[in-house]
């Protein structure tokens, strides 16, 4: 089993949340998050005051997938995230040492 965490742009999420679901993928958790890369922000003009953003509004996506479908995941989140921009996103994939459904008690992939 892998954790998949993908930083994507907000106006992708619901895009990659149905192509996601089409490849097979059963549920993720979303986040509001905050944050910079290679961008390093930007500057924008309020009451004719310049300011630098360096933090930028991300989603971030959390799915745990078992490993034969690992690569079919990750290749839908670049897929349909990408726009060919700087800001893209990231995606980060983590082993997992077990997986534990709090309602039945099942552990491993039938808790997936």
């Known amino acids: 089993m892998k954790k998949i965490e993908a930083i994507i742009r907000h106006y992708k999420l619901e895009d990659v949340k ?36 360096d933090f930028l509004p991300k989603v971030k996506m959390e799915l745990v997938v078992a490993d034969d479908i690992l690569q079919t995941a990750i ?7 990408r726009t060919g921009q700087v800001g893209d996103g990231k995606i980060f994939v983590t082993q997992l040492a077990d997986v534990i459904r709090i309602r039945t008690g099942e552990a491993g992939s039938e808790a997936i």
Do not use: C, P, W
Request: avoid cysteine.
């Open 18 to 53: 149905n192509a996601l679901t089409a490849a097979g993928v059963q549920g993720m958790t979303v986040s509001e998050v905050r944050g910079f890369g290679r961008q390093r922000g930007h500057k924008e003009m309020y009451r004719g005051a310049e300011y630098t953003v």
């Open 75 to 81: 290749d839908t989140i670049i897929k349909v995230a």
